[in-house]
C-alpha cells in the first residue's frame, strides 16, 4: 500500500454514485473517498445538482420550488455542465479522480423514469451536455421501495423528490436498473439491504479491482 503522503500515478477516473432517495448511497460516499486517499488516490469529491456555486443555487431551487418537467430537466442538465466545466473535466485533466453523488443517470431516473419525461429528450440533452465523458464506474445502490422509504420516514425534513408517492419511485428504480441493463459495463448493483460492514467490503473489492486496471493502464 502507498502511503496518503505519496500520490499514486495512475489515469484519471470517474465513478458516481446513484439510487432512488433512502437507498443509502451518501453513508458510503466518505467511505470510498476515504478508502482512495488511503491507497494514495488524489480525487475531488462532489455532487449534483451542486458541485459549484451556481449548483448549488440551483440545487435549492431544484430541491424545492415546483416547475414544468421540462424546465426540471433543463436545470438538471444546466447545472451539471457548470459542474463538468467548474470541476469534473479539470480535475480528470490534472490527472485527479472524481467521485459524484449523482451524475446523468439520476436525471434519467428521476425526470425520465419518475416524472415520465420523453428519454430520447433526455438521450438529446445528455449527448448535447456530455457527449464523450460518461463514469468509469457507477455505483447503484438498490433496495425495495419500502425499506427506502422507511429511512426516509426516519430523517431531516423532505425535499420535493422525497415527497413523492410510492409510483413515482417504483418508476426512478425501474428506470435505474433499465440504465444498468443497458450499461453493464460501468453500472455495479449494490444491494443496499445489506449491513454497512457488508457494503463496505463490496465496495473494497470493486475499488482494488478499479485500482488493479488502472495501475496495469499506467
Same mark, same amino acid.
Given at each position: ?21 433512502? #437507498?443509502?448511497?451518501?453513508? *458510503? /460516499? =466518505?467511505? @470510498? ?5 488511503? +491507497? &494514495?488516490?488524489?480525487?475531488? !469529491? ?31 442538465? #444546466?447545472?451539471?455542465?457548470? *459542474? /463538468? =466545466?467548474? @470541476? ?5 485533466? +490534472? &490527472?485527479?479522480?472524481?467521485? !459524484? ?47 427506502? +422509504? ?69
Amino acid at each position: 500500500m502507498i502511503s496518503n503522503s505519496k500520490a499514486r500515478e495512475l489515469p484519471a477516473r470517474f465513478i458516481t454514485f446513484e439510487g432512488i432517495d433512502g #437507498a443509502g448511497k451518501s453513508t *458510503h /460516499i =466518505a467511505f @470510498v473517498a476515504d478508502y482512495l486517499r488511503q +491507497r &494514495g488516490v488524489q480525487l475531488v !469529491s462532489s455532487r449534483e445538482p451542486g458541485g459549484t456555486s451556481l449548483g448549488e443555487k440551483l440545487r435549492e431551487i431544484l430541491l424545492h420550488e415546483k416547475m414544468h418537467l421540462e424546465t426540471e430537466a433543463l436545470l438538471m442538465f #444546466a447545472s451539471r455542465r457548470e *459542474h /463538468i =466545466a467548474q @470541476v469534473i473535466a479539470p480535475a480528470l485533466a +490534472r &490527472g485527479e479522480w472524481v467521485i !459524484s453523488d449523482r451524475f446523468s443517470d439520476a436525471s434519467f431516473a428521476y425526470q425520465g423514469g419518475g416524472r415520465g419525461m420523453d428519454l430520447r429528450k433526455m438521450e438529446q440533452l445528455e449527448a448535447w451536455v456530455h457527449p464523450e465523458l460518461q463514469p468509469d464506474l457507477t455505483l447503484l445502490f438498490d433496495v425495495p421501495l419500502e425499506v427506502a +422509504r422507511a429511512r426516509l420516514d426516519a430523517t431531516r425534513e423532505l425535499d420535493k423528490f422525497e415527497q413523492e408517492q410510492a409510483e413515482f419511485f417504483a418508476a426512478t428504480r425501474n428506470e435505474y436498473l433499465r440504465r444498468a441493463a443497458q450499461f453493464p459495463a460501468r453500472f455495479r448493483i449494490i444491494d443496499s439491504t445489506q449491513s454497512i460492514a457488508a457494503i463496505q467490503v463490496e465496495l473494497a473489492h470493486l475499488l482494488d479491482a478499479l485500482l488493479e486496471k488502472s495501475d496495469a493502464a499506467s
